[in-house]
């Protein structure tokens, strides 16, 4: 898979789980979009999770805050 099919991947997790599609991109981040906060992240994560077959640890679920950090982390983490 790659970076691009995991960024339209993504992006539809943030759709379901923010509802600000036309907004989110590949350089969004929590700074940027309003409804990115501490409940959403957990959410986001946990979709992500099931989505791709991923775990996160607690210091990534803390340190990513934008998309391309998590298309990044997801594409090493199963697909390079």
Same mark, same amino acid.
């Given at each position: 898979?790659?970076?691009?099919?995991?960024?339209?991947?993504?992006?539809?997790?943030?759709?379901?789980?923010?509802? !600000? #599609?036309?907004?989110?991109?590949?350089? #969004?981040?929590?700074?940027?979009? !309003?409804?990115?906060?501490?409940?959403?992240?957990?959410?986001?994560?946990? !979709?992500? !999770?099931?989505?791709?077959?991923?775990?996160?640890?607690?210091?990534?679920?803390?340190?990513?805050?934008?998309?391309?950090?998590?298309?990044?982390?997801?594409?090493?983490?199963?697909?390079?």
């Amino acid at each position: 898979m790659d970076k691009q099919l995991i960024l339209k991947r993504t992006l539809d997790v943030f759709k379901s789980v923010i509802g !600000e #599609s036309s907004d989110i991109n590949e350089n #969004s981040s929590a700074d940027t979009i !309003e409804k990115w906060d501490s409940l959403n992240h957990i959410v986001l994560i946990q !979709e992500l !999770e099931k989505s791709f077959g991923v775990k996160f640890d607690l210091f990534e679920i803390i340190e990513i805050r934008d998309v391309k950090g998590i298309v990044d982390y997801i594409f090493s983490k199963n697909y390079s």
